[in-house]
């Protein structure tokens, strides 16, 4: 750990820039509950959670003769959810202990909040049109309410134009190399769809397209090199196709046999997303660091309170 944050430093937020956030909350909320979707609690600790495509440090707690995980992401427990409910939504902590390369980033936290959701029998297509009109709805209401504030923040700030754009990962990586997302989302001047990424780049779970090569997933992208906003997609819910997917990944199975058991007993089809609530925060308000979207920020390598 290179050093211990001062506890002014996780409060160096503008209150402004606390209210857009609060704002696009209470907003994705009501355009989500007005569609059907309920909202359900967010689990913290569990014995399986996501096991991400690239490598963090470990967050278990030992617990009894068992070992419970931070949660990195809901997916399996919004797959399961799809039992109960058609349309589900959460705002869920994640804590992804990322290695400090990524301090500088600009855009990463080791604790964040995604509002996730996921829908049963859905479409990639439901998901993102879904995805559009929310946020277009949410960025309408920051307009009437933050216009001035907004304006003053970002020269950039404009109501998305819908559809957005998609752009599909082989082509732009064919036509930019491996640093596409990042040349893109500097050329970009509104918010876009990367689709059909490559399975090596993602985990077991999003649903493979025919090819064998491809997904059936999406990252939405935001303009002005601010990039990642969101990944999601359509899931595999068969069980063999599941197991395949996992060995090979490599993912460890015996971790992940509660999962397993039930798909097995059988999860419904669904697609759904998860997009950072900080990232989104930090790109209404055009803040340089993530840093500076929400209170009590923790970045990689860092300790703060
Ligand atoms: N995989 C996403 C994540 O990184 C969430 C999702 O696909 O719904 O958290
Ligand atoms: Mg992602």
């Not at 960025?139 to 950039?156: C, I, Q, V």
């Not at 090569?213 to 068969?238: C, H, N, V, W």
């Not at 058991?261 to 660091?289: H, M, Q, W, Y």
């Amino acid at each position: 750990m290179d050093k211990l944050e001062s506890v002014e430093e996780g409060l160096k937020v503008k209150r402004e820039v606390l209210e857009v956030s609060s704002d696009l909350i209470s907003s994705m909320g009501q355009f989500l509950r007005k569609r059907g979707f309920i909202e359900i609690l967010p689990v913290v600790i569990s014995p399986i959670t996501d096991p991400l495509n690239h490598s963090v440090f470990d967050a278990g707690i030992e617990y009894y003769n068992g070992k419970y995980s931070l949660t990195k992401s809901m997916i399996f427990h919004k797959q399961l959810a799809m039992r109960i409910h058609p349309k589900i939504f959460s705002f869920s902590p994640n804590i992804r202990l990322e290695t400090k390369d990524k301090r500088d980033s600009g855009r990463h936290l080791i604790e964040f909040t995604q509002l996730d959701l996921e829908m049963r029998d859905a479409t990639r297509d439901d998901v993102m049109s879904l995805v559009e009109e929310m946020l277009t709805d949410a960025f309408e209401k920051l307009e009437e309410k933050f216009g001035k504030f907004l304006r003053e923040m970002n020269p950039h700030f404009s109501i998305p134009k819908i559809p957005f754009e998609r752009v599909k990962y082989l082509e732009a990586l064919q036509k930019y190399g491996s640093n596409f997302e990042s040349v893109l989302s500097e050329n970009a001047t509104q918010p876009f769809w990367l689709i059909d990424i490559h399975i090596d780049d993602r985990e077991f779970y999003d649903k493979l397209d025919d090819n064998g090569k491809t997904l059936r997933d999406m990252d939405l992208i935001y303009p002005y090199g601010f990039q990642e906003a969101s990944s999601g997609g359509e899931r595999e819910y068969e069980y063999e196709k599941i197991l395949r997917r996992m060995e090979y990944k490599g993912n460890d199975l015996e971790s992940m046999k509660w999962y397993l058991e039930e798909v097995k007993k059988g999860i419904p089809p669904s697609a759904g997303c998860g997009i950072g609530i900080e990232r989104l925060t930090r790109f209404v308000c055009n803040l340089d660091d993530i840093k500076s979207a929400r209170l009590f920020a923790k970045k990689p390598g860092e300790l703060a309170i």
